[in-house]
């Protein structure tokens, strides 16, 4: 069964400055997704960012871009000129892709990013 | 599209009744999950769907545990007899297929009391 494991329960980081949250994963598969979601405390799950296993290119939307090092089974999320917006728990996730039952999603524990004025 | 729509935001109940959770997935959406999260277990997948069909219900924690997915816009899940340590909120997701990334409806906030 695959894991995904954040060891971060909590961190914090000044306006403006950027943080990087950490994220690993066990799997044999070769071919698979992985996600950040983030849930504010309004609780609605947002997804913030994606990555497919086979591109090498790590992903990028504006200030939050992933560093995946599929060796590793590393997949951390960076956050840069961080904004109060972006306090909030974050979850990695991964889906693995072929045709067999096993499509879910599966979740880490979450990290809590606390962004001080 | 209005996104994944679930009903009702907010339940309380008395240990021993049923309760039905619902909820609509994004029209053309193929793939129906069910999450339950708590503070203790994070986010569980608890059953999932793909094409109405169920293909993974180990993670329903027992028999009071029931899903149903009639057709490909809705789907239902059940809790009878509830029971206070089955308070949590329970998501609703789906996605286009098994590529993509699942959209999450806005969560049931459950209390058994």
């Known amino acids: 069964a695959q894991t995904v494991t954040q060891s971060q329960p909590e961190m914090s980081v000044q306006e403006a400055e950027t943080v990087t949250l950490s994220c690993t994963y066990d799997t044999s598969e070769s071919d698979y997704y992985l996600f950040w979601y983030k849930q504010p405390p309004s609780r609605q799950m947002i997804l913030v960012i994606r990555?497919?296993?086979?591109?090498?290119q790590n992903a990028t939307e504006n200030r939050f871009s992933v560093n995946f090092q599929k060796a590793a089974k590393s997949f951390s999320l960076k956050i840069s000129d961080s904004q109060l917006g972006d306090a909030a728990m974050y979850f990695c996730?991964?889906?693995?892709?072929?045709?067999?039952?096993?499509?879910?999603?599966?979740f880490g524990g979450g990290t809590r990013l606390m962004v001080k004025p | 599209d209005a996104g994944v729509i679930q009903s009702p935001r907010h339940e309380v109940t008395e240990m021993g009744q049923e309760v039905t959770l619902r909820c609509k997935p994004i029209?053309?959406?193929?793939?129906l999950f069910w999450y339950r999260q708590t503070m203790m277990r994070g986010l569980e997948l608890l059953i999932y769907?793909?094409?109405?069909?169920?293909?993974?219900d180990s993670g329903m924690p027992e028999d009071r545990f029931s899903a149903k997915m009639p057709n490909a816009s809705f789907s239902t899940l059940k809790i009878q007899p509830s029971e206070p340590r089955d308070s949590a909120v329970y998501f609703c997701?789906?996605?286009?297929?098994?590529?993509?990334?699942?959209?999450f409806g806005q969560g049931t906030r459950l209390t058994v009391v």
């Open positions: 997701a789906s996605s286009l297929h098994r590529f993509t990334e699942a959209f």
């Open positions: 769907f793909n094409n109405n069909v169920p293909i993974d």
């Open positions: 029209s053309g959406h193929d793939y």
């Open positions: 996730a991964y889906r693995r892709t072929n045709n067999n039952a096993g499509n879910m999603l599966t």
């Open positions: 990555q497919e296993a086979y591109k090498q």
